[in-house]
């Protein structure tokens, strides 16, 4: 009742109001066929913290360069103070390396530099040896492809003690025959097995394929069987008197130590350490990856970038290398591996050519990370391999852009084909924004990353010392990758272009050969292990 009294009392009002009441929307539905309604769309629920902030944007980071003095009998000092822990590193560089190794003599440099803390100064080998433990010091010597180093890591309070060891070592090796005859039986027995490690292999045959075997760049830092056999002590010892010699040498020092404190020490222990005779004098890097280095990437090179003093050496080099071609296929037979070994080699770039910090970019996109390119379509995509990557190697002549990867044997021909297919889209396209965004990202977190401890910044400074590029090269070369834009990487992408790579695999002949010819590469060049052609039998 009470119902059908408001509805009346409802109607008279709107009489009086001269509204007459609409027709209710039901009927003219009720006409039609019933429509299912959509369902209200949920409400996004408020974030309780707010709105996310805008991250600026990343402040570029300038590595902390060194001051440079003058040094004992022609040195050059590098010092950089960094007084936050009790640490100090050393990394004398001499420029003299493998590519200095004479003919016939490959690893004379390796071995040499293997000597010298084989008893130095006054003491034998075992009582260096004692003695840099005893301080709780780390004390090694080794060569690379364009120079050698030796390094010292001690905290500050035995600073003194372990720097004239250094000094011994450095200055005063006592190159003991018995000494000799252990390390060079050492050597050699190393390189014998090498022939069985298939990454290490891949390495030399690469190299040697592509500069050529024999050449500076073209046989292994650590040196060949055969003429390990036939360097002897003297050699070693003449090798050292030219290499070895404070007019080409740069002592780096990083960590708690001042420049009064540094020039005590270098004066009490390096004072009469002197240069005799001639320098070892590297011959022309390469046969020929120096000239289509060049011919490559010429006119790449637009955006800004450090100058350096040793790009026109590099230029010289090229105009004076002889040919050679590198083959297109070269095949290591391993009989019954279960893993091949593949890689695509080509020329590179000289440690001082402008165009190479923006390589970097292009290879950190292509093989330089684990989310990059190769390794995600090798590894995540496929499963072939534990890890794919690639690299332009470091080297003050034109060196070598190399992208390799384990895979197993059954899938030998089809990730190569891949690897070789994700190098071809690079070089047609280059990187897209967003990868561009994410390797400017990573170089500034491994420049950081380089100069994070005192001893990493030690070992970077020698590096460049080494290469003999500027001590505040990676600043101006880290400026150089945070300005590229994608027009110009895409331009110095071509340098990755696989048509003219050399391909290299190391695996089973008999099951990878079909593979390898499945994708249209041609018979392969047959090489041995220590990366050199095996002539086919007459």
């Known amino acids: 009742m009470r119902a059908t009294h408001a509805g009346a009392m409802i109607a008279l009002v709107a009489a009086a109001l001269g509204c007459e009441p609409r027709t209710p929307a039901q009927s003219a539905a009720r006409a039609e066929a019933p429509r299912p309604s959509a369902p209200p769309a949920a409400a996004k629920p408020a974030d309780p913290l707010g709105p996310r902030p805008e991250l600026p944007k990343p402040q570029p980071f300038t590595p902390p360069a060194p001051v440079v003095l003058d040094g ?57 040896s004692s003695a840099i433990n005893d301080l709780g010091a780390t004390l090694s010597v080794g060569a690379r492809a364009d120079g050698s180093v030796a390094t010292l890591s001690v ?13 011994d070592v450095v200055a005063r090796p006592r190159f003991e025959a018995k000494e000799w005859k252990r390390v060079s039986e050492l050597w050699q027995n190393d390189l014998r097995k090498r022939g069985d490690d298939a990454t290490r292999v891949s390495g030399l045959v690469s190299m040697a394929a592509l500069h050529g075997p024999g050449t500076p760049y073209g046989h292994p830092v650590d040196g060949l069987v055969a003429d390990a056999k036939s360097i002897g002590l003297p050699a070693v010892k003449a090798f050292y008197k030219a290499a070895w010699r404070p007019d080409r040498a740069v002592i780096t020092v990083v960590g708690d130590i001042t420049r009064d404190e540094l020039q005590q020490a270098l004066s009490r222990d390096l004072g009469t350490w002197s240069a005799k005779g001639a ?26 970038a450090p100058a350096t003093k040793g790009a026109a050496a590099a230029q010289g080099a090229t105009a004076a290398a002889p040919a050679w071609k590198p083959p297109r296929l070269v095949l290591v037979d391993r009989p019954g591996a279960p893993q091949s070994v593949i890689a695509a080699v080509r020329e590179g770039v000289a440690a001082s050519d402008p165009r190479r910090p923006l390589l970097q970019l292009v290879n950190s996109a292509l093989g330089g990370s684990f989310t990059s390119r190769l390794n995600q379509n090798l590894r995540e995509d496929h499963g072939w391999s534990y890890g794919a990557g690639s690299a332009f190697t470091e080297t003050r002549q034109p060196g070598a852009f190399v992208a390799r990867a384990s895979v197993v044997t059954e899938a030998t021909g089809p990730a190569l084909k891949e690897m070789l297919a994700e190098l071809a889209k690079m070089a047609d396209s280059g990187l897209t924004r967003d990868e561009l965004a994410k390797v400017q990202a990573q170089d500034r977190a491994d420049l950081v990353s ?84 095996i002539q086919p039998k007459k």
């Open 450 to 533: 380089a100069y994070e401890t005192v001893n990493r910044t030690a070992q970077r400074l020698g590096t460049l010392a080494r290469l003999e590029l500027p001590e505040t090269f990676d600043g101006d070369a880290s400026k150089a990758r945070q300005g590229a834009t994608l027009a110009t990487l895409a331009e110095l992408a071509r340098a990755v272009d696989p048509k003219g790579a050399t391909v290299v695999v190391v695996g089973p002949r008999q099951e990878i050969l079909p593979q390898l010819q499945a994708i249209g590469l041609g018979e392969p060049e047959a090489w041995d292990v220590e990366g050199q052609p």
């Open 155 to 167: 905290l500050k309070k035995n600073f003194d003690k372990a720097f004239s060891l250094l000094a």
């Open 72 to 128: 004992p009998n022609g040195s050059k000092v590098w010092l950089l103070e960094r007084h936050t822990l009790p640490i100090v590193s050393v990394a004398i560089s001499v420029a003299s390396g493998a590519a200095d190794d004479p003919k016939g003599a490959a690893g004379l440099a390796h071995i040499t530099a293997d000597m010298l803390d084989e008893g130095a100064g006054t003491r034998s080998a075992v009582e260096l």
């Open 279 to 304: 320098t070892a004098s590297a011959a022309p890097a390469t046969k020929g990856a120096a000239a289509s280095a060049a011919q490559s990437t010429k006119g790449a090179a637009g955006a800004a």
